[in-house]
Structures are given as structure tokens and as C-alpha cells.
């Protein structure tokens, strides 16, 4: 380990000494010019991206002209799509309020193509470089630390076996192997983040690497995550990515342990209301699942039993399902034939999470949450051995 971080902050000393900063904008905003090989006319297009709510909105556009464009624009410095049609060619720039170059080859494209989903068909781009952009510079080395990278072949390893083995049991083995893999990764990633802000804290990038990590590591210790957002100056506390992580805090402190259980009203199976308050007086676990989650399912039969064994001291559940098609809940339940309260989540807007395992922060099923008599969260945690140990205190075995 002291050789993992003795090397990550060799990168981060390189990055602040050598980083090159691109020649700054004297009108303020950005310039840039770029080629593109492979295509010689078409439309360019920058998207910008808000990961809250998951949409998108085109900042600026031109046209391409025997294989150049140039766009000039007023806009805070982010992470954003370069997008050239026709042909959805895609890849993702920096911009900042400097002059900045980009050179971009269509060979060795990725191609995909997800109209039977309903989505588009297009290429990601993958010979693709930025000159001039600092914030690009710090994405790049961070992307490229080979100490993250030698456990791709890990990854694409397990991965493999998750797609071709046929056991759903030994396919979730696969995926619980994969999971600690990305702890031990997530884990080297957020000390690299922490110590690049701590040397860089205006740093837009910072501040995007961390909102980038919490996407796929949801259980960033708050004490960590809430230091280094306070670490923020100047442009980096300007950006969208410091606003967004700042609501993150605030809704992740909403569901700490010792907090009152944001209250929820949901639809039961025969559409009458169900609120979480009207369970005052009783331990209360909530339970967030789905039909089409094995592990889900699979804790059922222990949940039955915790149920037995604790209902008539004051214990009771409320499942909350994931499930946007009631058919496949209703399948469910009749299958599981669970005695507690059922309800299911809803889904107000397109392309998003549930609207209260939002509220709730669940970023991955099964998730529990445990309540005392007050509505107070004893309990947030996935693992249900942390709900079991917890109502043998309150209980007694």
C-alpha cells in the first residue's frame, strides 16, 4: 500500500509541475478549432451533461468543413460530449476558458447500435486528443494510472464469466468478486482524488473526478467525501459538479443513522395508500427490492423468518419495490407470499431512478433500512447481517 501511494503521488507532483495550461482566452471564453479525420462535412455539436437528472442540452454547434471546425463560446469550464453528425460520432473534451485543439481519427471507432432499446445507433471515439485544456490534462492522467489499470484484465475476466455461465447463483458469485475488486480500486481512486485537491483545490477536474467516483462508489465514506467537497475554491466551487456534490451530501446526511426516516406515501397492490409515518410505534425495516433481483429474492425466506420471530415484539417490514411493471410485482408476490406490507415505487420522470429509492439514496438492491419506534434510522446498510445483529440487541436472541 505504501508503494500504491508513494506512486499515485509521483503522478499527482508530475501533473502539478508539467501541466500544460493552454494558451488563455483574452475575450473569455472558449476557442476551439479541431480536425477530424474521416469526415469531411457534417455538424459538430457540444453536449453538456447534468448527472442528476439525466439530461442533456446542446451548448454550441458548427459546421464541418473539409474535415475542420471551429466553436466559440462563453461557457463554465465542464466535461462535455463532442458530437458530430451524421453518424452520432462521439467522444468527451474538456472546455475552459482558453484556446483549445482538438484532433480527432475515426479509425478504430467503437460502434454500437441500441434501436431495439429504443435508443440510437452511432461510434464512440477513441483516437481523439485535447491540447490546451489543464482540466483535460488532470482527466488523462488521472484516466491512465496504471496502477488503477492492472486490474482491468480482472475485471474483463470475471466479467466474461458472468456472461457466460449459465447458474444465476455462480453468475452473482462472479458479480460479488467484481464487487470487491471495485472497493479495493474505488478505495486507491479516492485517495488519489484526495490528494490531487488537496494540491489542486480550484481544479474542475477534481471536482468532476469525485462527482465521476461517487457514480461508482456509492459508499464513499461521508466524513472523506464531505472534506474534500469543503476543500473546493474558486473555479472548482463555481462548477456544477461542486453544486451537485454538495446535494448529494445533504441527501445522504438525510438518511444517516440517526436521522428521522424521510416519510413516503406509495400505492399498496389494491391502489389504496400506504404512508411510513402510520408506522409509528413499531421497529420498522424497509426493505428495497425487485422481482428481477436474484439476490432480492433470495433473502426473502431469512426475512420470513426474522419476521416470525420478531413480529409479536413490535417488529414489522415494508417492502419497497423497484419494479416499474406491477405484472412482474404482482407475479412476485404471489410467488413469495410475504405477510408484511407490499408497496411499489414510482418512476415520475423518464430515464430515472425511483422516486423514493432516490429519496433514499439506494443506489443498489437489496437495501435496508432499519427504524426505531420513532421513525429514527437505526440501520442504512446493505448487508442484512447489520439488521440481524441490530434486532438481537433490541430483542434479545
Known amino acids: 500500500m505504501k508503494k500504491i501511494l508513494s506512486t499515485l503521488t509521483g503522478f499527482i507532483f508530475l501533473l502539478s509541475a508539467c501541466n500544460s495550461s493552454g494558451t488563455k482566452n483574452q475575450d473569455a471564453g472558449y476557442i476551439l478549432k479541431g480536425s477530424i479525420k474521416g469526415i469531411d462535412s457534417g455538424t459538430v455539436k457540444l453536449v453538456s451533461h447534468n448527472e442528476d437528472d439525466r439530461t442533456s442540452k446542446t451548448i454550441d454547434s458548427a459546421s464541418v468543413r473539409n474535415g475542420t471546425f471551429e466553436l466559440k463560446g462563453q461557457a463554465p469550464a465542464q466535461l462535455v460530449t463532442l458530437m458530430v453528425e451524421p453518424g452520432n460520432w ?22 454500437y447500435d441500441y434501436t431495439m432499446y429504443g435508443g440510437d445507433q452511432g461510434a464512440q471515439l477513441k483516437n481523439v486528443t485535447e491540447i490546451g485544456s489543464k482540466n483535460y490534462d488532470a482527466w488523462m492522467v488521472y484516466q491512465n494510472v496504471q496502477e488503477f489499470k492492472k486490474y482491468d484484465p480482472f475485471f474483463n475476466s470475471l466479467s ?14 462472479f458479480r460479488d468478486q ?23 483545490p480550484t481544479s474542475v477536474a477534481g471536482a468532476y473526478m ?12 461521508f466524513d472523506d467525501m464531505r472534506n474534500m467537497v469543503a476543500s473546493f475554491t474558486g473555479e472548482a466551487k463555481d ?31 389494491d391502489s389504496s395508500k400506504f404512508t411510513l ?30 419476521y416470525n420471530k420478531y413480529h409479536n415484539k413490535g417488529f414489522d417490514i415494508v417492502s419497497v419495490s423497484d419494479d416499474s411493471r406491477w405484472k412482474d410485482w404482482f407475479k412476485a408476490m404471489d410467488q413469495e407470499k410475504m405477510p ?7 418512476f415520475p420522470v423518464k430515464n430515472m431512478p425511483a422516486r423514493v ?29 447489520k439488521i440481524d445483529d441490530k434486532l438481537k440487541e433490541i430483542f434479545g436472541s
Not at 486507491?188 to 482524488?193: H, Q, T
Not at 408484511?340 to 414510482?346: A, G, K, L, N
Open 277 to 306: 409515518s402510520s408506522s409509528r410505534g413499531k421497529y420498522v425495516m424497509i426493505d428495497f427490492w425487485a422481482s428481477w433481483c436474484h439476490p432480492c429474492r433470495k433473502a426473502i425466506p431469512h426475512w420470513k423468518e426474522v
Open 340 to 346: 408484511w406490507t407490499q408497496v411499489c415505487d414510482e
Open 178 to 200: 467484481i464487487d470487491s475488486l471495485s472497493k479495493i480500486v474505488n478505495s486507491m481512486k479516492e485517495d488519489y482524488i484526495k490528494n490531487y485537491i488537496s494540491k489542486n
Open 90 to 111: 462521439s467522444t468527451q473534451i474538456f472546455i475552459e476558458d482558453t484556446v483549445i485543439k482538438v484532433t480527432v481519427d475515426t479509425t478504430g471507432a467503437q460502434h
Open 210 to 221: 469525485l462527482r465521476d467516483l461517487y457514480n461508482w462508489y456509492s459508499d464513499l465514506p
Open 160 to 173: 466474461e464469466k458472468v456472461r457466460v455461465t449459465k447458474d444465476i447463483d455462480q453468475q452473482y458469485k
Open 357 to 385: 429509492g432516490s429519496l433514499y439514496m439506494t443506489t443498489y438492491i437489496p437495501f435496508y433500512v432499519l427504524m426505531d419506534e420513532d421513525g429514527k434510522i437505526l440501520v442504512y446498510s446493505g448487508d442484512e447481517h
Open 239 to 269: 462548477s456544477k459538479y461542486y453544486k451537485s456534490l454538495k446535494d448529494i451530501l445533504a441527501k445522504r446526511k438525510a438518511v444517516m443513522p440517526g436521522s428521522v426516516a424521510p416519510d413516503f406515501t406509495l400505492m399498496k397492490r
